[in-house]
């Protein structure tokens, strides 16, 4: 589970304060919304969001032009409040408080840097490796501001991973502070198209260009490149929770104007939590509930999207269902041929795109087009993922396509046992998979991780307990007739359960399932 920690974070804030629903493009106003007054007091109704969201996408964006570069203009002209653009504040206490004025002044020297000192020219990549202090943001608005193409990642990679994402994505400039740099190092000569090595540190390092020092050379005048609505601004690569993870690309509508779904209807203030990334046990949001007096907001997205789907504000909660399709997307349950699933049935989770394709929508996988082009079926584009909408509209998440399982005929999704088996006190995480069986084919099996009160009992014992527990609590078809109990789970960097490893481990060799999978 994860509290709203995203890395999108910055787009959402700079959107966010901005009181208008509008963001400024060459001169032009756009109109975010269709709402009379321009500006929507109160997105208390979902039905009302949906209906005033409507954003003109223009011919060319760019955030750092479009979004700050305003913002640092009435800021001079004292036309708007005095909140920061940039307020970080460490584990420490120290704080970096930048006004748009500050901000727009350090992002153009780093795009000068980027420029001139490192010969970095528009759709160039830039793989930047840093934790999230302040240069972290600059250089995202430099790369927005210079064109060139950002691929970030967290500081938790590996040597490995860092060599797979840099030979993936032919980055030709690496940005990072000296924590990393001798991991960089370590792969460097395997990665050919580095040019340029940046790092952040107030010490020298050989073969790295220092940053402070290059930003202190030169000005601070730079003019922000014009960039196209559909080019290249950034490319993630997933989380690699199914597979190794693929590069995603956005463009600099997908994400600079995409991100206003997130921004917009999203709440203020700490006091309300979001969780998104994975599902959420109901057990964990009534205790989480029991323990803050807080209710717990799911959203569901991906790398390749913005905001799919949500429990926004003024919407009933429901616990185990993520709520509603953002504004912006059409999201449908759909069958094997594309065709649109009555409510209630199980199938495939997917975002219309005929005959609009979602602005908000990844371009591609970079470097992959037979990739990309399997994730569309028919007008949808999928997710990935099965789910269910019930009549009230509300989505519900079954699980992973690769991690359902087909046990005796029955279509078993891992979350709901997940969720059964949550509700016992022996279990702290359980992540569900299928093994083989000589009978079945397949049959439910649960890794568990006990609660430090339940390690000493029987295994036996508990076993039987919480298969009785599972059927008491949901279909008995559905409970594990396998369990076995580990001291972890295996997960990714960002702490998603990797049950494609479990599952691999329970059918070793076996080929049929490794197909299927
Ligand atoms: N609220 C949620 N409830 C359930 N699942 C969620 C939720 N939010 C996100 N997810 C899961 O996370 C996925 C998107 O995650 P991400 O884009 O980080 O890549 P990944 O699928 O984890 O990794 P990879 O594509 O590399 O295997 C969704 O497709 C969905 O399976």
Same mark, same amino acid.
């Given at each position: 589970m994860t509290l709203y920690v995203r890395r999108k974070s910055f787009f959402n804030h700079c959107l966010k304060?901005? &009181? &208008?629903?509008e963001v400024h493009e060459g001169g032009r106003w756009l109109q975010m919304c269709r709402s009379k007054t321009s500006a929507p007091k109160n997105f208390c109704d979902y039905e009302s969001m949906r209906r005033t969201y409507n954003i003109r996408v223009p011919q060319r964006f760019n955030f750092a032009k479009d979004v700050l570069e305003q913002w640092e203009t009435k800021e001079k002209k004292g036309q708007r409040s005095s909140l920061p653009a940039l307020w970080w504040v460490n584990d420490s206490g120290e704080e970096v408080r930048w006004s748009f004025e500050e901000l727009g002044f350090h992002s153009r020297r780093l795009a000068n840097v980027l420029h001139q000192e490192c010969s970095l020219e528009r759709g160039d990549r830039v793989f930047l490796i840093l934790p999230r202090v302040p240069e972290w943001w600059l250089v995202n608005v430099a790369c927005l501001r210079t064109g060139t193409v950002l691929i970030p990642g967290t500081s938790q990679l590996t040597a490995r991973d860092i060599c797979h994402r840099l030979q993936a994505s032919g980055a030709k400039c690496v940005i990072t502070d000296e924590t990393l740099a001798p991991l960089l190092d370590t792969v460097a000569s395997d990665c050919p198209s580095i040019s340029t090595k940046l790092l952040l540190s107030h010490r020298a390092m050989h073969g790295w260009g220092n940053l402070s020092e290059l930003m202190g050379k030169v000005s601070d005048d730079h003019v922000c490149m014009d960039t196209r609505s559909d080019e290249a601004m950034t490319i993630f690569f997933t989380s690699g929770t199914t597979g190794s993870p693929k590069m995603t690309q956005h463009s600099h509508c997908s994400y600079g104007l995409g991100l206003t779904v997130n921004g917009r209807f999203m709440f203020k203030a700490l006091e309300h939590c979001l969780c998104a990334g994975e599902p959420i046990n109901p057990e964990v949001m009534w205790k989480w509930k029991e323990l803050t007096g807080l209710d717990i907001y799911e959203g569901y997205g991906q790398t390749e999207t913005v905001l799919i789907a949500g429990t926004f504000k003024g919407m009933k909660i429901k616990p185990g269902s993520f709520g509603k399709a953002s504004p912006g997307y059409d999201v449908q349950v759909v069958d094997e041929d594309g065709s649109v699933l009555p409510r209630g049935q199980e199938g495939d989770l997917g975002i219309r795109v005929k005959p609009d394709r979602p602005f908000s929508l990844f371009t591609e996988y970079t470097g992959e087009p037979e990739r990309t082009a399997e994730c569309f079926r028919g007008d949808f584009y999928l997710t990935g993922d099965r789910g269910m909408m019930d009549d009230e509209g509300y989505l519900w998440f079954i699980g992973r396509a690769d991690d359902v399982i087909l046990s005796a005929g029955y279509r078993i999704g891992p979350f709901e046992v997940e969720n059964a088996l949550i509700e016992h006190s022996a279990v702290a995480e359980s992540a569900v998979v299928s093994s083989p069986d000589p009978v079945r084919g397949e049959v439910v099996k649960a890794f568990v991780v006990l609660t430090a009160d339940y390690k000493s009992r029987d295994h036996k014992e508990l076993i039987q307990e919480l298969q009785t527990h599972v059927k008491t609590v949901t279909a008995p078809y559905k409970y594990p007739r396998k369990i076995e109990f580990v001291d972890h789970l295996p997960k990714t960097v960002s702490g998603k359960i990797r049950r494609v490893e479990l599952r691999k481990k329970e059918w070793g060799q076996q080929t049929s399932k490794q197909i299927w999978k």
């Amino acid at each position: 589970m994860t509290l709203y920690v995203r890395r999108k974070s910055f787009f959402n804030h700079c959107l966010k304060i901005s &009181k &208008k629903n509008e963001v400024h493009e060459g001169g032009r106003w756009l109109q975010m919304c269709r709402s009379k007054t321009s500006a929507p007091k109160n997105f208390c109704d979902y039905e009302s969001m949906r209906r005033t969201y409507n954003i003109r996408v223009p011919q060319r964006f760019n955030f750092a032009k479009d979004v700050l570069e305003q913002w640092e203009t009435k800021e001079k002209k004292g036309q708007r409040s005095s909140l920061p653009a940039l307020w970080w504040v460490n584990d420490s206490g120290e704080e970096v408080r930048w006004s748009f004025e500050e901000l727009g002044f350090h992002s153009r020297r780093l795009a000068n840097v980027l420029h001139q000192e490192c010969s970095l020219e528009r759709g160039d990549r830039v793989f930047l490796i840093l934790p999230r202090v302040p240069e972290w943001w600059l250089v995202n608005v430099a790369c927005l501001r210079t064109g060139t193409v950002l691929i970030p990642g967290t500081s938790q990679l590996t040597a490995r991973d860092i060599c797979h994402r840099l030979q993936a994505s032919g980055a030709k400039c690496v940005i990072t502070d000296e924590t990393l740099a001798p991991l960089l190092d370590t792969v460097a000569s395997d990665c050919p198209s580095i040019s340029t090595k940046l790092l952040l540190s107030h010490r020298a390092m050989h073969g790295w260009g220092n940053l402070s020092e290059l930003m202190g050379k030169v000005s601070d005048d730079h003019v922000c490149m014009d960039t196209r609505s559909d080019e290249a601004m950034t490319i993630f690569f997933t989380s690699g929770t199914t597979g190794s993870p693929k590069m995603t690309q956005h463009s600099h509508c997908s994400y600079g104007l995409g991100l206003t779904v997130n921004g917009r209807f999203m709440f203020k203030a700490l006091e309300h939590c979001l969780c998104a990334g994975e599902p959420i046990n109901p057990e964990v949001m009534w205790k989480w509930k029991e323990l803050t007096g807080l209710d717990i907001y799911e959203g569901y997205g991906q790398t390749e999207t913005v905001l799919i789907a949500g429990t926004f504000k003024g919407m009933k909660i429901k616990p185990g269902s993520f709520g509603k399709a953002s504004p912006g997307y059409d999201v449908q349950v759909v069958d094997e041929d594309g065709s649109v699933l009555p409510r209630g049935q199980e199938g495939d989770l997917g975002i219309r795109v005929k005959p609009d394709r979602p602005f908000s929508l990844f371009t591609e996988y970079t470097g992959e087009p037979e990739r990309t082009a399997e994730c569309f079926r028919g007008d949808f584009y999928l997710t990935g993922d099965r789910g269910m909408m019930d009549d009230e509209g509300y989505l519900w998440f079954i699980g992973r396509a690769d991690d359902v399982i087909l046990s005796a005929g029955y279509r078993i999704g891992p979350f709901e046992v997940e969720n059964a088996l949550i509700e016992h006190s022996a279990v702290a995480e359980s992540a569900v998979v299928s093994s083989p069986d000589p009978v079945r084919g397949e049959v439910v099996k649960a890794f568990v991780v006990l609660t430090a009160d339940y390690k000493s009992r029987d295994h036996k014992e508990l076993i039987q307990e919480l298969q009785t527990h599972v059927k008491t609590v949901t279909a008995p078809y559905k409970y594990p007739r396998k369990i076995e109990f580990v001291d972890h789970l295996p997960k990714t960097v960002s702490g998603k359960i990797r049950r494609v490893e479990l599952r691999k481990k329970e059918w070793g060799q076996q080929t049929s399932k490794q197909i299927w999978k």
